[in-house]
Structures are given as structure tokens and as C-alpha cells.
């Protein structure tokens, strides 16, 4: 782009005359708008301001994985702002419960491909909003943190909206945007949440043994990934990966613990395949002091999910290992984490993507983790078949491995039998007895 080479006084000025209040920013939605908040984005400052003009808007369309409480699902909202919920959470699971919420299944990889690429089904983007770093002595300004597909939809947008927040930490990757490419920058001073005790509660009784399992199946050098989830979120506090020397890091996030393991050189990413001595997310860190040890760290590098999430770049990572959390399996394998029955928990996210870039990695490897039951020990997370309705995130083609509190069971090119067998045996055992009796009765004869 040519405002590389422009003089600092351009691009100076160009921020100055872009610079807004929120209210004004708010002002550049007009009705019938599809607004984008990329996944980690959505600065509350112009959500608050764009839903304060409700009375003017009709037929504005949020798409979003929402990130805390708003209010928009309120009545007074209807006709005005639909919110398309991309991924479940505790803030949205209600209003899609009560059909107040859209719902738009996908996987992340994919995503890019639903906005505006070309295809006739593609949604355009007609307002992006974003966070930001303030410029720095180019004109430029940085994603920070979190990148996940900011930076690709801001390409595509009809007009950008820049939230400059002076608590990012300022990374190295694909996460710089230059001046010129937004239309509207809204100054915020509030310190960024740690969301860390929301989204990752303490450890429950189960966690330790299915942290000590998850340990095992990890190897010194090995390129890991760690999905979100309450299981998946205890597994490095609790010290599965303690033990473990020069692992790489090649995934959408981290869980608490991540960073720590960097301090401490358990990931030194010294024998990742595809990028030797770095440390590869699309978004990182649980806290400001995991943030803080970020910033101008040229460790890390921060790329779209349309990169990280490719399967393709995931396979080249020899002995890629893609740990994630499940809501139920069933006696064939078949890997559930989205939805409990037909009802939306969650979302596919990136897990699709991990399972099949770890299943196509020399020495690769998809672990499943959960505990064996749920419901305070009322119901079995492994049962024998999904009930309908039931969406299934990985197929039982590619299920690799499952872990519970009570052990192992590895399902790769074993028959449906042989893993029937090896899932009761890590099964809560109030209930092998049902599941064995089920089996004999699906698979023998």
C-alpha cells in the first residue's frame, strides 16, 4: 500500500480527522446493515452507543460470538437487531434456547468463506468493528492479542470501525493494519477483562486424573494445541505437561498455564516443523501479566484463523497434538462438543480443523478429553448411540483418542467392537454395565 511511504504527517492527520466519538461511530450503521464483530473483538464502547440509537435501526444484523452481556435480546430490540451467534456461550445459550438468537453453524477455517469471497451465498461485511493498539511511529496500528479474522474481514468491509485501546499489548505476526484502511477510530481507555475465572472455573475432582493421562500421551519436541473448554482449561494448571521439554505451540488460543509454560521453557517451539522458535495462535493470553510478557515479544506471532486453522498448515507440523474437549462420544467413536442433543452449547470452532490437521500429521495425534460423566454422576458422557438431533463435531472416521478420569482409550483403526470395548473401559463404571449390554446388542451378534 502506498501509505507506507507517505511522511508521518500524513497518516497523522488522516487519524485525527478519522477520530470520532462513539455515538458518532454508532452513527455509520444504517438500517438493514450486516455488522461483523470478529471472534475476541466487539469493544463494548460501540455496541453500548450503537444500541442506544435502537429507535433508528431496523433490520441490522449482528454477527457475533458475544462476549458478555448487552441487553439485545431484550423485546424492545425485535425487528431492529437480530443477533447470528456464531459460537454458544453462557451469554447466548438462553436466547437461542428461546429462539431470540440465529445461529450459524460453522467452522472457523471456514467462516471466511460465508462473508465475501466471491461466491453468490457470500454475506458481505458492511460494518467491521474492531480493537486496536494507538498507531505507532508509521502508521500503523496493531490487532493485538487477538487476531482470529479481524484482519481478513477488515479487507473485505465496507467500513471499519477501530476501537484504540492502549492496553493491547503490540505483537509481531499478520496483526498490523494501516490508518488508512479504517474508517472511524474511537479512543477507549478501560483496561482489558480477565476473563480467565469466567471461562476457566478451578479444577474439578476428575480434572488431575485427566490431566495425568493427557501427560502421558505428550512427547518431548511435539507441536501441541489446546482447545477451550472447563476440562481442556485445567490440563496445564494441574501440570499434565510439566515434565515435557522444547514442545511447540501451534494453535487458536491458550488456556491458563500457557505462558507459563514459555517462561519456564517447556515450549520453546525449537522442533516445530513450520515455525522453529515461535510460538503460533490466533489469539493468546489469559491475563494482563500473560499479556504484558506478549508485548513486543517477537516470540509470539499472531495470523488469521483462515491460516492457523487450515488443516493443511496444521499437517505440516510433524507430531502435531490436538487436544480437545468433548460433550459426549458414543460407542463408535463419534465425537460431539457443540451441541447436548439438538440443543446448541458451544460451537464447532476450530476442533474440525485440529482433529483433521492432527490426524494428517506425521506422528500426529487427536485427543479427546471429558469427564465420564455429567449431571453430578446422573447421566454418562460415553453412551452407547447419540440421540437425534444430536450434531456430531468429529466423525468416527478420524477419532483418535479418548481420555477420562479413568484412563485411556485409543480408538485409531480399531474395529467397532474393539472400541465399544476400550470406551466402557474408561466409562464412569455406574454405567459399563448398560453400555456393555448395549454394545452386545449393536454389535454382535
Known sequence: MTTVNRPSSAWQEMFNQRLMSPAQAAALVRPGDHIYLPVGQGPRVVIEALLARREELRDVTVTALPQGEFGWFEPEFEGRITVNVLYASPFTREALERRQADYTPFMFYGHHKGLDDGRHEARPVDVNVIHVTPPNAHGFVCLGHSVWDARTTVRRARTNIAVVNPYLPRTFGDSWIAVAEIDAFVDDATPLPDATARVYPPPEPWDEAIAGYTGTLVRDGDTIQIGTGSTTGNLVRLGALDARRDLGYFGELTVPGTIDLVRRGVITSRRMTTHPGRFIATTAGNSQEDRDFI?????????????????????????????????????????????????????????????????????????????????????????????PGQIVTVPRDIADTVVTEYGIARLLNRSVRERAEALISVAHPDFRAELRAAARAMFWP
Not at 319 to 326: L, R
Not at 350 to 369: E, L, P
Open 295 to 387: 508485548n513486543d515479544n517477537p516470540f509470539f506471532e499472531f495470523y488469521a484463523v483462515d491460516y492457523v486453522h487450515d488443516p493443511r498448515n496444521i499437517a505440516r507440523n510433524d507430531n502435531f497434538i490436538a487436544i480437545n474437549n468433548a460433550l459426549t462420544v458414543d460407542l463408535t467413536g463419534q465425537i460431539a462438543a457443540s451441541t447436548i442433543g439438538p440443543r446448541v452449547y458451544s460451537g464447532t470452532g476450530g476442533q474440525f480443523s485440529f482433529a483433521m490437521g492432527a490426524f494428517m500429521s506425521r506422528g500426529g495425534r487427536y485427543v479427546t478429553v471429558l469427564p465420564s460423566s455429567a449431571r453430578a454422576g446422573a447421566v454418562s458422557r460415553i453412551v452407547p448411540r447419540f440421540e
